[in-house]
């Protein structure tokens, strides 16, 4: 009996510990596929932020603070996912945001950052990268690097897929970059076909990006400024049916933007501001405040040709209202971009705390550097001594008067390009420029194309052309260097200016900014506003 009971328990015993055993890997079984089942599901989640983020980012009516910060956002969750090509796309959209805030000098950096990442590139945002590096050189007044980023950019394109709608997008949209960079209107003309002539072999339809729309309103502007009329019109209609086919409000401004200068070229100021109107309305519509002060800016001009000065003191108001606003949206929206670049480079300073194990090897290259620094420095001191010179020896050469120095080629004005500009109208508008620069009103830090156009009674097309013609530069390359020949002027003959703050010198020339001062400074002279000032306070010591 007690044989049969201990073989029980024995028995027993037995079945207990393999159920134990059995137990416990089952345990083991669910820990393991609740764990896999939770990494499955963070992954896919994280999958869906980035999809959101991807698909946000790329969105019209978004605006350039808010695709900063949904570009930061996409960047940190592509990275954490180590999706590469989301890595670049994301970058190129940070740069495309500080563009459209006028902040060049960041829209490069990114630019760069996207263009030294090794790796896939599905998204080709290193051939858009290139692209808008060569638009920020041009913003910049650089025209020979925006022209060699320009042509890099069609040699990347020539290695894509030519069956691809991609490779039709990219070429077209650098036929349109290079339209820009040009000054020839068949030049001009011919790229902007070139630019249609891509877009029409597109699979599907790419409103905004690859707008067709836009490529015939490009057109019909080119028709407008050489007078061909009924060309004009042709691909205006072309350009209004696609715009209203894709649904792309963006572009069926700028169409009817040009509608206006059609009717106004063939003396129909009524139907001109009636497409004006239909223009203004929609940018209205949709927020495009950039865009409802173009329009209300041809309004109140069209209403004061044809006498109707209360309907242009009204257009007057809302231009200036508009104006008003955009310029408190648009600090704000610097400030909210400037404060994303930040945390930017905060990151970036916590993530190089990681290599402190190399500081050793950096002492011993820093050796080297220093070295090589100082060979530079004393090549660079040469370097910047001469150019001193040649500012003082140009400064000293201009004898004759300001309004005379710019003007001296009467002769060009003989030799006007075929434009929709009349030749007394161009006179009237160099004779404007000079009083301009002789009263010194470029020292105006609100000074802009759209208000000296306003002031100056015209519109900003025919301005800026004149400007591009007569001083070979654009606009913001003009005032720029009559500001830095003004204060280099006071520089050189008032010493008391050498003990002032650059700030302050800064002001006195009209910029706000410190920094937007000495970068401007030095892309004119070569050197810093404080290494002037030195050379400036020596050669006044050794006179002395």
């Given at each position: 009996?007690?044989?049969?009971?201990?073989?029980?328990?024995?028995?027993?015993?037995?079945?207990?510990?393999?159920?134990?055993?059995?137990?416990?890997?089952?345990?083991?079984?669910?820990?393991?596929?609740?764990?896999?089942?939770?990494?499955?599901?963070?992954?896919?989640?994280?999958?869906?932020?980035?999809?959101?983020?991807?698909?946000?980012?790329?969105?019209?009516?978004?605006?350039?603070?808010?695709?900063?910060?949904?570009?930061?956002?996409?960047?940190?969750?592509?990275?954490?996912?180590?999706?590469?090509?989301?890595?670049?796309?994301?970058?190129?959209?940070?740069?495309?945001?500080?563009?459209?805030?006028?902040?060049?000098?960041?829209?490069?950096?990114?630019?760069?950052?996207?263009?030294?990442?090794?790796?896939?590139?599905?998204?080709?945002?290193?051939?858009?990268?290139?692209?808008?590096?060569?638009?920020?050189?041009?913003?910049?007044?650089?025209?020979?690097?925006?022209?060699?980023?320009?042509?890099?950019?069609?040699?990347?394109?020539?290695?894509?897929?030519?069956?691809?709608?991609?490779?039709?997008?990219?070429?077209?949209?650098?036929?349109?970059?290079?339209?820009?960079?040009?000054?020839?209107?068949?030049?001009?003309?011919?790229?902007?076909?070139?630019?249609?002539?891509?877009?029409?072999?597109?699979?599907?339809?790419?409103?905004?990006?690859?707008?067709?729309?836009?490529?015939?309103?490009?057109?019909?502007?080119?028709?407008?400024?050489?007078?061909?009329?009924?060309?004009?019109?042709?691909?205006?209609?072309?350009?209004?049916?696609?715009?209203?086919?894709?649904?792309?409000?963006?572009?069926?401004?700028?169409?009817?933007?040009?509608?206006?200068?059609?009717?106004e070229a063939i003396h129909q100021p009524k139907a001109a501001i009636n497409q004006y109107t239909k223009g203004f309305e929609?940018?209205?519509?949709?927020?495009?405040?950039?865009?409802?002060?173009?329009?209300?800016?041809?309004?109140?001009?069209?209403?004061?040709?044809?006498?109707?000065?209360?309907?242009?003191?009204?257009?007057?108001?809302?231009?200036?209202?508009?104006?008003?606003?955009?310029?408190?949206?648009?600090?704000?929206?610097?400030?909210?971009?400037?404060?994303?670049?930040?945390?930017?480079?905060?990151?970036?300073?916590?993530?190089?705390?990681?290599?402190?194990?190399?500081?050793?090897?950096?002492?011993?290259?820093?050796?080297?550097?220093?070295?090589?620094?100082?060979l530079y420095q004393f090549y660079k001191n040469k370097k910047d001594y001469k150019n001193f010179t040649k500012i003082i020896?140009?400064?000293?050469?201009?004898?004759?008067?300001?309004?005379?120095?710019?003007?001296?080629?009467?002769?060009?004005?003989?030799?006007?390009?075929?434009?929709?500009?009349?030749?007394?109208?161009?006179?009237?508008?160099?004779?404007?420029?000079?009083?301009?620069?002789?009263?010194?009103?470029?020292?105006?830090?609100?000074?802009?194309?759209?208000?000296?156009?306003?002031?100056?009674?015209?519109?900003?097309?025919?301005?800026?052309?004149?400007?591009?013609?007569?001083?070979?530069?654009?606009?913001?390359?003009?005032?720029?260097?009559?500001?830095?020949?003004?204060?280099?002027?006071?520089?050189?003959?008032?010493?008391?200016?050498?003990?002032?703050?650059?700030?302050?010198?800064?002001?006195?020339?009209?910029?706000?900014?410190?920094?937007?001062?000495?970068?401007?400074?030095?892309?004119?002279?070569?050197?810093?506003?404080?290494?002037f000032i030195d050379y400036l306070k020596k050669e006044q010591s050794k006179k002395n």
């Amino acid at each position: 009996m007690s044989r049969i009971k201990s073989t029980y328990f024995s028995l027993s015993e037995t079945f207990s510990s393999k159920e134990k055993r059995g137990n416990s890997r089952h345990q083991y079984y669910l820990s393991f596929l609740l764990f896999f089942v939770l990494i499955l599901f963070n992954a896919q989640k994280n999958t869906k932020d980035i999809d959101i983020l991807f698909t946000k980012t790329q969105s019209l009516e978004i605006r350039p603070a808010e695709k900063a910060k949904v570009s930061f956002e996409l960047l940190k969750k592509a990275t954490e996912a180590n999706d590469e090509d989301k890595i670049k796309f994301a970058l190129y959209h940070i740069s495309l945001s500080f563009f459209r805030l006028g902040k060049y000098a960041e829209s490069i950096k990114y630019c760069d950052k996207v263009l030294e990442r090794k790796g896939s590139d599905k998204y080709f945002s290193k051939n858009h990268a290139v692209r808008r590096k060569s638009l920020c050189y041009y913003e910049l007044g650089l025209d020979e690097k925006s022209l060699a980023e320009n042509k890099k950019g069609f040699a990347m394109a020539s290695e894509m897929d030519k069956n691809t709608d991609d490779y039709h997008i990219i070429k077209g949209l650098l036929w349109r970059d290079k339209a820009d960079l040009t000054d020839s209107d068949d030049s001009i003309l011919d790229y902007h076909r070139k630019y249609l002539s891509e877009l029409l072999k597109l699979k599907k339809p790419y409103p905004g990006i690859a707008s067709i729309s836009g490529a015939y309103n490009n057109i019909a502007y080119d028709y407008l400024y050489v007078k061909k009329y009924d060309s004009a019109l042709y691909y205006l209609k072309k350009a209004e049916y696609n715009a209203n086919i894709d649904k792309d409000s963006t572009h069926l401004i700028f169409v009817y933007r040009n509608f206006g200068e059609y009717y106004e070229a063939i003396h129909q100021p009524k139907a001109a501001i009636n497409q004006y109107t239909k223009g203004f309305e929609i940018a209205k519509s949709y927020k495009d405040f950039k865009m409802a002060l173009e329009m209300s800016d041809y309004i109140r001009a069209a209403y004061l040709k044809i006498g109707d000065r209360e309907n242009s003191i009204k257009y007057d108001k809302i231009f200036f209202q508009l104006k008003d606003s955009m310029d408190v949206t648009k600090r704000n929206e610097l400030n909210q971009t400037i404060k994303l670049m930040e945390d930017d480079r905060t990151k970036e300073l916590v993530k190089s705390d990681q290599t402190k194990y190399w500081i050793i090897g950096c002492i011993l290259f820093l050796l080297l550097v220093v070295s090589s620094f100082t060979l530079y420095q004393f090549y660079k001191n040469k370097k910047d001594y001469k150019n001193f010179t040649k500012i003082i020896a140009d400064l000293e050469n201009k004898s004759i008067p300001v309004d005379q120095q710019i003007f001296t080629e009467t002769a060009a004005e003989q030799n006007l390009i075929t434009s929709n500009i009349s030749d007394e109208k161009e006179n009237v508008l160099l004779s404007k420029l000079k009083s301009f620069e002789r009263k010194e009103q470029y020292l105006s830090p609100e000074i802009n194309l759209a208000s000296l156009s306003a002031n100056f009674n015209t519109n900003v097309n025919y301005l800026s052309k004149v400007i591009k013609k007569h001083k070979d530069n654009n606009f913001n390359g003009y005032i720029n260097e009559l500001r830095i020949n003004y204060i280099n002027n006071k520089l050189k003959e008032n010493p008391e200016y050498h003990t002032y703050k650059i700030s302050y010198l800064a002001e006195e020339c009209g910029y706000n900014s410190y920094s937007y001062f000495v970068n401007i400074f030095k892309q004119q002279t070569g050197l810093t506003p404080s290494k002037f000032i030195d050379y400036l306070k020596k050669e006044q010591s050794k006179k002395n």
